[in-house]
Antibody, heavy 122, light 106 residues
């Protein structure tokens, strides 16, 4: 059974730099692209970032490009999201998600974690 | 950016009824469209990908159709556990999600 467990959320001051983690189990982690999707009541679901299985290719949504960095440690089955220069509008539940595809990134997410809330406020 | 519009915003139906949800894209996404279901306090669940392919474990009462800019998710006969919010997502030009359709009990 696929399990994804996010951590690292909480209350952060504007300009802060938290790092989210996602511990994965139940599937061959290194074989799958992974992503982060965030959700707010106002803006709904928003794709944040995707990383290939090897970690060599990374992709970002326009609203986080240049501020967030996605990475993975395949030896630890863990996905990360380094968030810098946080703004109030980054407040959201952040989900870690597994890509549906295997050898090729499908850009659909077939398994999701339970989410971690990041609140940006002074 | 490709904008997805979903209609209606809310659909009030009774168990056993047929649900038809619409997703329209601001430009063609070919068949690169997925549908997700989300219940309160839970993460989204993938139902349909590439417009018409059911994801693993999804019951046959869920079906998807469409191509280009117009897509439909149909639930042939609503079960009590199907009352939820449904989102569409395109992957033709990066990823964007629609605003969702809430299916609630009439």
């Amino acid at each position: 059974e696929v399990q994804l467990l996010e951590s690292g959320g909480g209350l952060v001051q504007p300009g802060g730099s938290p790092r989210l983690s996602c511990a994965a189990s139940g599937f061959p982690f290194r074989n799958y692209a992974m992503g982060w999707v965030r959700q707010t009541p106002g803006k709904g679901l928003e794709w944040v970032s995707t990383i290939s299985g090897s970690g060599t290719s990374t992709y970002y949504g326009d609203s986080v490009k240049g501020r967030f960095t996605i990475s993975r440690d395949n030896s630890k089955n863990t996905l990360y999201l380094q968030m810098n220069s946080l703004r109030a509008e980054d407040t959201a539940v952040y989900y870690c998600a597994k890509d549906l595809g295997g050898s090729a990134t499908s850009w659909y997410f077939d398994s999701w974690g339970q989410g971690t809330l990041v609140t940006v406020s002074s | 950016e490709i904008v997805l519009t979903q209609s209606p915003a809310t659909l009030s139906l009774s168990p056993g009824e047929r649900a038809t949800l619409s997703c329209r894209a601001s430009q063609s996404v070919s068949t690169y469209l997925a549908w997700y279901q989300q219940k309160p306090g839970q993460a989204p669940r993938l139902l349909i990908y590439d417009a018409s392919n059911r994801a693993t474990g999804i019951p046959a009462r869920f079906s998807g159709s469409g191509s280009g800019t117009d897509f439909t998710l149909t639930i042939s006969s609503l079960e009590p556990e199907d009352f939820a919010v449904y989102y569409c997502q395109q992957r033709n030009n990066w990823l964007t999600f629609g605003p969702g359709t809430k299916v609630d009990i009439k």
